[in-house]
């Protein structure tokens, strides 16, 4: 009987985009195609000290925490048996390198061609012609930015494959990914551009590269091909450390983006994702972070899943903006819903962070929050506020999950009748608190107990929270009169 081998199959790396031949040469150049870089922050610590805060790499990091090993031998990358947790690179570029026998540049259905015949190579060297084995395969594709679109083609484009393909990729993993193409000064590239394959993020481009019909005005669904939900999206909030192109890339991206990716751009429809406040790539990038390997692994690997989603009740207005609309004026604002996803004993790490700063917060609308028909919806618009996956296997002590979510509503600013109200003040909030939040396994399901932890002590126990059929319910309210309720749904994967 074959050893069970789920969660832990093979990990492909499938890099970004590479502009210039310079690039290329340099990219494959690179065993690992920038998998195996770290990064070397600072924190200050109790006594004012300053200390550093290494993270050694996805690569090392799954080898050290996971038993992971790479794919290469004597110099040169194994053609034998491999075991399972391998990871493999994915080295579409070496055919555009002519010191490697190369002189022509993939295009990215080439490029996803070849990422479906090495899936089967990667099946026969971890197999052989072990039929129980072959039955159980699948790989983890885990990609960076273009190499994204890379992975959809392959799972999208009825050309390029097919179902049973499709069956042996277990989950996929995205960082910065411009799902739905890339902009620049809010115009997406032109089709037209084809020096060095820029073309590759115009949507009819993408459309074409998917199989997408017809010409869809965005192009971040997985159309039915994947299901969405083995699909996570890691999403880079800070515009301002990325530097390339001399940083032309990060002005004209702008500052809802991580320097190349606008945020909305980022992500699958109907996916999973968590925000971070990294750059596309470079030393404050989102490979080489702690965060974005957290969420990696957790996502491979871990065995329970919570989604956050925020059903507002009553929002208040300030004394001032209410007796004016009592009088009859038109008042109108919108809304900013911060979240942060914080797990015990991870001092350091945040699994999601929108914030308001960073250009990631939810933002709503009133009609879409409270008068949904006003805004031509059908139901209020709930803002989705984070996907963290955990892991049991990870707790320190007894069997308790914890993590806090921090918490915060606020206003963009009111108009009445029209004009600008003079007297807000940036930075009032309607709602703020941070919530420590314990999942304990029981019988039927999961115990979910929640305490404010701005008010008291996070190792306290807390409440039990209202338990629904298919979720459960946190009451959240402020002294200002806002009221709403925190819905969580808890999966066992």
Known sequence: MATRVAPFYPIIYVRGYAMTQGEIDDATSSPYMGFNLGST??????????QRHIFESPLIRLMKDYGYQDSFCDGTEQDAQLPARSVVIYRYYEQADPDLGGDRRPTLVEAARGLKELVYRVRERVCGNDAEQREQFRVHLVAHSMGGLVVRAFLQNDAI????????????????????????????????????????????KIAEYLGLPGKPGRVDSLNGAFDPQRFFCFVGTNSQDYAAAAGISRKLAGEMSDGLVSIENA???????AFAYRSHSGPHGVVNSEEGYQNLVRFLFGDVRVDGRLEVEA??????????????????????????????????????ERRRETFSAVLRSYDELLKPENAGESAPRSPVLFSAFLDSK??????????NLELAVSATGYTIDSRLWKSHVEGEYL????????????????NLRHLSADERWSEGTGVLAERLRDGYLI???SGKGFRGHLYLQVQDR
Request: aromatic residues 10%.
């Open 431 to 446: 709602f703020r608190d941070t919530l420590t939040l314990r999942l304990t396994r029981a019988p039927d399901g999961f």
């Open 475 to 477: 009451p959240l309210a």
């Open 41 to 50: 922050k600072i924190r200050q610590s109790w006594d004012k000290k300053v």
């Open 267 to 273: 992500t699958v429809a109907g996916a999973p994702r």
């Open 394 to 403: 990870k707790i320190t002590q007894g069997r308790t999950l914890v993590f």
């Open 161 to 204: 494959s097919d179902v049973a393909d499709r069956q042996l990729v277990d989950k996929v993993f995205t960082y910065a990914t411009p799902h739905n193409g890339i902009e620049m000064a809010g115009i997406n590239v032109p089709a037209f551009l084809g020096l060095w394959d820029i073309n590759n993020f115009n949507r009819q």
């Open 315 to 352: 929002l208040p207005l300030p004394p001032s903006v209410q007796k004016a609309k009592d009088a009859g004026s038109a008042v109108r604002a919108s809304y900013y819903f911060e979240a942060v996803v914080v797990p015990r004993g991870a001092f350091s790490v945040r699994l999601s």
